[in-house]
């Protein structure tokens, strides 16, 4: 066992480091109180002969050793009234001088057994620590995604209006740029609402990846968080023209750089600052190449003790601060097969760099792919099986905008009554996977059972890719589209569906038998 040893008196230093080390204790000897610890197992003081003085002693050496590691004092102290203050202020165990060597070391065995009950106590406390972070994470977790899928739905809502009304507007409206940016804004925010939907492990972890530009991804975040970043900021970019472009998921790119900036913005004091974006290649001999990110900041910095902790979940120096977005760029960032450092001091600012890795095959980009709007115009019966109403309500314009008959129903229970009842023929049914009474998959099967003829199409205000897997058990002949999406997406999809040939359902039909 690892001993710290501090005495005022030299000679009794070196006595009872004698004896100890003859009984194969490791002593380390100390003739300050400033000598700092080592990690030693066990804390041995010789106090001073004023009782005030040895409280102070015993007191701060708790403090310096925590609550895991025991101390054994030695004193000239015989009455309980005088030894009780020091053991109420930290010592585990008093020895009364005059005392022998001998004396000490046996009760330094009683320290060694109440060392080990520190040790277990300790790892005990770091399982409910741990146990009762991570019942945190799953509780936060829980409420991410179901905010989330309630707010897609409202998402839904929005871009599908926006979008109806740019489908009639004129070009030249003067009203058609605030329509733009609407749909513009509302995306970004339902890309942030699929990055909820992944925390909660609702969504799938394997985002869509894609080449993205750094450059414009930064200049259109910057754009879309001009309210939430104070006047008295200023962005200053510098960018690396032309850029290769990196590989990776866009959404959750952006939630990265807008953490960053708001980061960055939230650092500065009330004078303000400026922060500086600087996009760059490294191009090291010997090494591959590879893409860089900074965004410095000149605001009040950070000591090495806050710095060290940034990316700990849970861990903020603001008052309001939840303490999850460093955390989440940190995981982000990783996923990506990438590294972010930091650098920081008080009073000068900090820089957090994020290293890409070169990815063959993407070449430099000057703008982002522009969306084009395929022939997405079909005809026949469709059912739509959507218990919001608001959702419900655009969805069936946008398909009757796009040439279909559509019939509504509000509950999974509703749409399957309404397929019984209904005198003809129903080409396809539209349900979103999560309405409460009959989900998704449960009108899927039933519809499968009873009509094989009628396609499905299933709307899902969570991950695409996630609901596919869970459906592949199932079938194939169905379709699958995010929620929010573009409707002309959504009405794409349709067509697509009812394009393929009618041996695909029945097919699956008879597998499935």
């Not at 590691?69 to 009780?84: D, H, K, Y």
């Not at 058609?176 to 972890?205: H, V």
């Not at 309405?435 to 094989?452: H, N, T």
Request: overall charge negative; aromatic content about 6%.
């Amino acid at each position: 066992m690892r001993v710290f040893w501090y005495s005022r008196r030299a000679s009794a230093r070196q006595a009872l480091n004698a004896s100890l080390s003859r009984q194969g204790y490791l002593v380390r000897c100390a003739e300050t109180p400033e000598t700092p610890l080592d990690g030693e197992e066990l804390i041995l003081l010789e106090l001073p002969p004023v009782i005030e003085e040895s409280v102070v002693l015993v007191r701060e050496f708790r403090r310096r050793a925590g609550d895991r590691t025991p101390i054994v004092v030695i004193g000239t102290w015989l009455e309980p009234v005088e030894v009780e203050p020091i053991l109420a202020n930290g010592a585990d165990d008093y020895v009364a001088q005059p005392s022998s060597p001998e004396g000490i070391a046996l009760r330094l065995v009683v320290a060694a057994n109440l060392a080990k009950k520190y040790a277990a106590g300790a790892e005990q406390k770091r399982l409910e620590e741990r146990l009762a972070q991570t019942s945190k994470t799953e509780s936060i977790a829980t409420l991410a995604g179901s905010l989330a899928h309630d707010f897609n739905n409202l998402l839904a809502a929005i871009l599908g209006n926006t979008e109806l009304a740019l489908i009639d507007i004129s070009p030249q409206s003067p009203v058609r740029y605030s329509l733009e940016q609407i749909d513009k804004t509302s995306r970004r925010a339902a890309e942030l609402a699929r990055q909820m939907l992944t925390f909660s492990r609702r969504g799938d972890s394997k985002s869509e990846f894609s080449g993205v530009s750094l450059n414009e991804l930064v200049q259109e975040m910057a754009e879309l968080l001009r309210i939430s970043i104070p006047k008295t900021c200023t962005l200053r970019y510098y960018f690396t023209r032309p850029l290769p472009l990196i590989w990776g998921d866009p959404g959750q790119l952006r939630q990265v750089v807008m953490n960053l900036l708001l980061n960055a913005a939230e650092a500065m004091d009330d004078r303000g600052g400026t922060i500086f974006v600087k996009t760059g290649v490294i191009d090291a001999d010997g090494a591959p190449p590879q893409l860089t990110l900074e965004v410095r900041d000149t605001g009040v910095g950070m000591p090495p003790e806050v710095c060290a902790r940034i990316f700990d979940p849970f861990f903020t120096t603001k008052r309001e601060g939840r303490g999850l977005g460093l955390a989440a760029v940190r995981g982000i960032v990783q996923s990506h097969n990438s590294l972010i450092e930091v650098e920081s001091e008080p009073g000068v600012g900090s820089t957090f760099r994020i290293v890409f890795p070169m990815t063959h095959g993407l070449a430099a980009t000057s703008s982002l792919e522009s969306d084009a709007e395929p022939d997405w115009r079909g005809s026949g019966n469709v059912l739509l099986i959507e218990d919001e109403d608001a959702v419900r309500d655009v969805v069936r314009r946008l398909l009757v905008k796009a040439g279909y008959a559509v019939l509504e129903a509000a509950s999974g229970r509703e749409g399957m009554d309404t397929i019984r009842r209904f005198g003809g023929v129903i080409h396809a049914v539209v349900v979103d996977i999560g309405i409460p009474d009959v989900d998704g998959v449960e009108v899927y099967q039933a519809v499968r059972a009873a009509r094989p003829d009628i396609r499905i199409l299933i709307w899902s205000g969570f991950d695409s890719s996630a609901v596919r897997e869970r459906l592949q058990s199932i079938g194939t002949d169905l379709e699958v589209i995010e929620k929010p999406s573009r409707q002309w997406e959504l009405a794409l999809a349709l067509k697509r569906l009812l394009a393929q040939p009618e041996s695909s359902s029945q097919s699956s039909q008879d597998h499935a038998a």
